[in-house]
């Protein structure tokens, strides 16, 4: 439903600003409109949930690519809100010795922090955490938690 009110509202645009702009200018908005292209503005306008997990593989402290889609909204929020800091945890599982699960939480930590960083947020605005194993968490938890801090 919400789809169909916001085409509605983007062909009265259309029709209203036709006197002011020129047919391949209304052409090309009517197409990023419907290829769900956001404008800049809005993109920094994301909601970002109280908490998002970045998974890894088992043993791994490679960032995945489908992962990395998780972080470009934590990215613009921080962007739009430069006030505002994280919190990244990170976790293993509970296969292998303590210290190699901490270790590893602490790669994964610095992955997630460093590509961050790559993306225009200082460093001092993320804190880190490396829990390594849990007995709280499932055997395949392989994750790194982002928490916004108020």
Known sequence: MRRKNNVRSV??????????????TLFLMLVLFCMNVVPAQSRSRQKVDKEVHVYFNFRS?????EQTAKLEPVCA???SHPKRSISLVGYT??????HQNKLLAKW???????W????????SRIRTNAMGQSE???????????????
């Open 11 to 24: 062909f009265i645009i259309v029709i209203t600003m036709c006197k002011r702009f020129c047919f391949k």
């Open 61 to 65: 402290a490679r960032l995945l690519r």
């Open 77 to 79: 929020y921080l962007k």
């Open 93 to 98: 599982s509970m296969e292998g010795s303590a």
């Open 108 to 114: 994964r930590v610095e992955v997630v922090s460093q």
């Open 116 to 123: 961050l960083e790559e993306h225009g947020i200082e460093e």
């Open 136 to 150: 709280k968490t499932p055997v395949e938890d392989c994750r790194v938690v982002i928490c916004v801090i108020q």
